[in-house]
RNA sequence: UCAGACGGUCGGGUGAUCGCCUGUUCCUGCUUUUUUGGGAAUGGGAGGAAAGUCCGGGCUUCAGGGGAAAAGGGUGCCGGAUAACGUCCGGUUGAGGCGACUCAAAGGAAAGUGCCACAGAAAACAAACUACCGGCCUUACAGCCGGAAAAGGUGAAAAGGUGCGGUAAGAGCGCACCGCGUCUUUGGUAACAAAGACGGCAGGGAAAACCCCACCCGAAGCAAGACCGAAUAGGAGCCGCAUAGCGCAUCCCAAGCCCACGGGCGCAAGAGGCGCGGCGCUUUCCCCGCGCGCGGCUCGGGUAGGUUGCUCGAGGCGUUCGGCAACGAACGUCCCAGAUGAAUGAUCGCCCGUCGGGUCAGACCCCGACGACAGAACCCGGCUUAUAGACCGUCUGACUUU
RNA sequence: UGGGGGAUCGUCUAGCGGUAGGACAACAGACUCUGACUCUGUUUACCGUGGUUCGAAUCCACGUCCCCCAG
């Protein structure tokens, strides 16, 4: 179950604890775990920075297309995707590629069950067996 | 064929897989109810500028109403369109272009005040540096007196222009033409135009300096406002207390006075009324009007959050009629975005367009790259700014051919 | 989203429509054995594009950028 971020105070929340990964196309923000179990959150943040409004939005489309696929395979906790300036222009599998790989250095990827590599048919390859296999 | 002018339309298309927001209808779970979860069917889902926020209007709130009021702001040739406008349409005048056509904040400078640096004799009251002419004086130059304002030079700008006459020299001093002003007539709703007569020239620029004239404008904004509502401070009702004055009369009345002992007059205090006054009432002033202090109890209060305002509208499309047009009228038909850390997407295939390469050129084919400006946020009418490219229509000029 | 304000040397600021001034900084020189202080001199600017005007930093229109308030 996916929930967004809503509020300001949760955006700082996240951005206070200091831990992220930076990645070409993203910035990813992870805040700390949660004392009451929640469902994985995730916000967006473009700012004016990386372009007009037109931008913006399409950053942010590609950032959410992105979190629906690969989020709900992390551990519950708070996460904040910040836009770059070349988000609305990078391959998106490259983009998808790098997100797996800064979920699995940070450690907050959640090992995966049977049923969810069995509906993994987008080829999510995220099992234990492999994880020095890390696309370049 | 080339070069232009004006107006209009579009601004990628199509399919597959996985998704997002939302209207309506139906089924269903939880729940006392409201709320809310899930599913199915079906409909819709960014723009010509959605942008800048430069104008105008709707809508909402500020107790309210009136004052051709004041301050402040805006507009500015004329007529029309419109809910309104600084917009649009038609015309006038001026400027630009061979032309189609385009552009213009285009009222008033004899209502008044102020400004016009430097240069120049002089920058608006007029006056006269050099030079010109006459007279006096002198051999002559110089000097003095007078005439005149054509010439020189300065400047952005110097008291109509050209020609002829005239004169000592000159000058609208006189005349012709042009310009300008006044008046009359004609055309036009008007701006204005044309013609005629008269005047001898009235008088510089600048009003995007103050200003005058005419017309228009209340302020704030959907984060307006309304509803549900943890917190906190103020509010309303009732009770009690207190009145911040002044004046007037009335009621009541333990001081006091009078008495025929029934009562009467009546100070202070109290009660409410009227008038004057004070403060506040969304820029100020005036008029009407409305409100007014402290404690207790009750009602309530409205921040976080939520719901609503929120999409049917000066609406789109079509036909006919009126109008040169902007636009208006009638009839028919359609429902066409409503998000709120903010939906309309991600990936791929084919087509279309442009560019590059395979290939010196053309055609075909293949490969690769790219796809203008830009994202609704209460809603409309405009303006302004950004914009790859494609298409349509009308018109102008030049050249060639017939 | 709505409302408001601003832009002048490298920095902070003055500036009646008529030559854009000052302070600090920088550079050079003087003073000193050297440096600092002080003194003298030099360099450097009107956000952009149009318009009004003889003439615009100033007045007007449009644009660009920055800041503030409401949250």
């Keep these: 179950m996916l929930k967004k971020l809503r509020k300001r105070s949760e955006f700082l929340a ?13 910035i990813l923000q992870i805040g700390e ?17 990386i372009g007009n409004a037109v931008t913006r939005n399409r950053a942010k489309r590609r950032l959410r297309a992105l979190a629906v696929e690969i989020m709900p395979h992390a551990l519950p906790r708070d996460y904040v995707l910040v836009a770059r300036a070349s988000t609305p222009t990078y391959p998106f599998d490259s983009i998808r590629q790098d997100l797996r790989k800064a979920l699995k250095r940070m450690k907050v ?25 890390i696309p370049e």
Excluded at 15 to 26: D, H, I, L, Q, Y
Aim: hydrophobic letters at 40%; glycine letters at 8%.
């Design 14 to 26: 996240v951005a206070a604890t200091g831990v992220r990964w930076v990645s070409p196309a993203f």
């Design 33 to 49: 775990p949660p004392s009451a179990p929640h469902p994985v959150r995730y916000g967006l943040t473009a700012t004016r920075k």
């Design 109 to 133: 990827e959640r090992v995966m069950s049977r049923a969810d590599s069995a509906s993994g048919s987008s080829g999510l390859a995220l099992d234990a067996p492999n994880p020095p296999a």
